[in-house]
Structure formats: C-alpha cells, structure tokens
Nanobody
C-alpha cells in the first residue's frame, strides 16, 4: 500500500522560501504522475504543480516562475521549491499521485489523483 507523507511546511514572511518534501512508501512506481495541490480556507483545492515520469511539468498560473517541482525516483521523494512567497500562497499543501491515468498529468486533472498525503500547512505573512 502506497503512503505519501509531506513535510517542510511552516511560517514565512512574504518574499521568503520554503521547500516541501513528499516521501512515498510502498510500491510506488516512477511512472506515476505526481503533483502538489493546495487548499486555502474557504476555497477549493487547486493544482500547484505536477510532474510526469517523462519529467514533463505543469504549473498553476499563480505560481509560474516562483515554484519548481522535482522528484528523486531513487529516494521516492517529490519536492516543491517555493520562492518569492506571497500571502496568497497560504494554505494546506498536499502531495498526490495519479496512478491510473498518467496521460492526464496536469494541474487541471485533480480528479485523476487518487492517492493523497495528509497535507502540510504553509503560512505566508505580509
């Protein structure tokens, strides 16, 4: 059984940086599509970034140029480097895996991500 565990969240001032990690345990394949999503209070969960096994990546419009997704297949770990953070980046960040429809690997294909971590809180103050 695959489990995803996020870490690296915290509180930071606007303009600062954080690096999130997502450690996978169990029989996770490097062929999976992996992604980061976030949810702010009172808002729907939205796609932040995704990474396919081909290393094709997609980003949400609001984070392009500031965030970078990467993965280490040997370590079974997914990363999200977040720079130039803004207060509107505040929310719970979730790591997720799309194992059935890897051809639908993008930030707008949330419905295909069926494995989720518990989330890690990111708070950006102005």
């Amino acid at each position: 059984q695959v489990q995803l565990v996020e870490s690296g969240g915290g509180s930071v001032q606007a303009g600062g940086s954080l690096r999130l990690s997502c450690a996978a345990s169990g029989a996770i394949s490097s062929a999976y599509c992996m992604g980061w999503f976030r949810q702010a209070p009172g808002k729907e969960r939205e796609g932040v970034a995704t990474n396919a096994y081909t290393n094709f990546t997609t980003y949400g419009d609001s984070v392009k140029g500031r965030f970078a997704i990467s993965r280490d297949n040997a370590e079974k770990t997914l990363y999200l480097q977040m720079d130039s953070l803004k207060p509107e980046d505040t929310g719970v960040y979730y790591c997720a895996a799309n194992i059935a429809r890897v051809d639908r690997c993008g930030v707008y294909y949330r419905q295909y991500f069926t494995l989720w971590g518990q989330g890690t809180q990111v708070t950006v103050s102005s």
